[in-house]
């Protein structure tokens, strides 16, 4: 396998960190316009195989090089490159995952699904958690049933020891936060593809301790594809995201102050962006480091011979601080990772443009997670 990771923050380390596990590298290129964050890639014994590149990925000639060298490239960039990168990659005959996180950038990469076809390779948009993980296993739980009902998808990543104001600790892109919290989400309600507000339809849950109860709330991006794959299939899917009790409530406060908006204001002689301004203010409150966990619970009920069947999957997960992996770049690197490395190795065979619940074996990606040493549990009840 030759890989090209195109970023190395915290998301492409554990790319990368997962990459270099596998007995089937031939060789994984980093590129990054930051050489300090090339430096701190841990390497671990295989430094041989890693070639890292300092370089701005809008220089698009040498970056089509790099493409033209590897079998499959992985986006771990924010999303508003994705589809330049994505184009970039099936002109140059190369596999493409990428992280996702914004509906209209994923939009616009299915349009080459044609060039995709013709090239003979495959570009897999929202490969990380939610959208990622979570739509292999709607796939997973689909399968395992005659008919679905319903499928509820709630993840969230969250501080293990959580402070004001908001009890959140910044564990990826600001903005990406920002986008999930003030797009509109698309579900399926009653069998029709539906568009729900944001930070609406909170709801209480409750995990093992130390965790307790929790809410859970409208946010974008969760359901990517899923909403368009099964409609007509599944009466119902929804995605939220889980908080610590009273986040969407503040939340909602600084977006009714219209501190969510993309439309510059005028203060004074200066004109200002609200997204940009809680940017920065986020970044300066927030926390960014100490532990942190992901919790997610995926439930599909349907039928299966006549009888109602409920399929559970639920994980708590705390990343690797011996490694130096959290546990959202765990969650979120590491499923891309395994996406792509099934890309390179030919066990993904539709080309073109597809969305994962439908390319990507789920039970191999579900064998994958748990010799990852991924905590996924599994519960399956039938009942009359």
């Given at each position: 396998m030759r890989l090209l990771v195109i970023g190395s923050g915290m998301m492409g380390r554990a790319i990368v960190w997962d990459i270099l596990k596998s007995d089937q590298l031939d060789r994984v290129t980093v590129i990054d316009r930051d050489d300090k964050a090339l430096r701190t890639l841990r390497l671990a014994g295989k430094r041989k195989k890693v070639r890292t590149v300092s370089m701005d990925i809008g220089q698009a000639k040498p970056l089509a090089k790099l493409m033209q060298e590897a079998d499959t490239v992985i986006s771990a960039v924010t999303y508003k490159f994705n589809y330049e990168l994505a184009r970039l990659a099936v002109r140059n005959g190369c596999n493409f995952c990428d992280l996702g996180g914004n509906n209209e950038i994923v939009k616009k990469e299915f349009t080459l699904h044609r060039e995709a076809q013709r090239q003979g390779v495959t570009v897999i948009p929202d490969c990380g958690l939610a959208p990622g993980l979570v739509s292999v296993l709607t796939a997973h739980g689909f399968g395992l049933c005659d008919t679905v009902e319903r499928v509820r998808l709630r993840v969230g990543g969250l501080p293990v020891n959580p402070k004001p104001p908001l009890n959140y600790q910044l564990v990826f892109s600001v903005h990406g936060l920002i986008n999930e919290y003030a797009e509109p989400c698309v579900n399926i309600v009653d069998g029709k593809i539906t568009r729900v507000p944001p930070m609406e339809d909170v709801e209480e849950l409750e995990f093992p301790e130390p965790f307790g109860k929790l809410e859970a709330f409208n946010t974008s991006g969760g359901t990517s594809t899923l909403p368009y794959t099964y409609r007509g299939k599944i009466k119902n899917l929804d995605y939220k995201t889980i908080r610590y009790p009273g986040h969407a409530a503040q939340i909602r406060f600084l977006m009714n102050l219209g501190l969510v908006g993309t439309k510059p204001v005028m203060l004074g002689k200066t004109a200002v962006v609200p997204r940009d301004l809680l940017a920065h203010q986020l970044l300066k409150v927030l926390p960014d480091k100490g532990p942190d966990?992901?919790?997610?619970?995926?439930?599909?009920?349907?039928?299966?011979?006549?009888?109602?069947?409920?399929?559970?999957?639920?994980?708590?997960?705390?990343?690797?601080?011996?490694?130096?992996?959290?546990?959202?770049?765990?969650?979120?690197?590491?499923?891309?990772?395994?996406?792509?490395?099934?890309?390179?190795?030919?066990?993904?065979?539709?080309?073109?443009?597809?969305?994962?619940?439908?390319?990507?074996?789920?039970?191999?990606?579900?064998?994958?997670?748990?010799?990852?040493?991924?905590?996924?549990?599994?519960?399956?009840?039938?009942?009359?």
């Open positions: 966990c992901i919790l997610l619970r995926v439930t599909v009920d349907g039928k299966k011979d006549g009888k109602n069947r409920r399929i559970t999957y639920q994980l708590i997960d705390y990343g690797e601080p011996e490694n130096g992996i959290t546990a959202m770049m765990r969650m979120t690197g590491y499923p891309a990772s395994v996406i792509a490395q099934m890309m390179s190795q030919g066990l993904i065979s539709k080309k073109g443009a597809v969305p994962q619940e439908l390319a990507v074996p789920a039970d191999a990606f579900v064998d994958a997670l748990k010799k990852r040493g991924i905590p996924l549990e599994i519960h399956i009840s039938d009942s009359n």
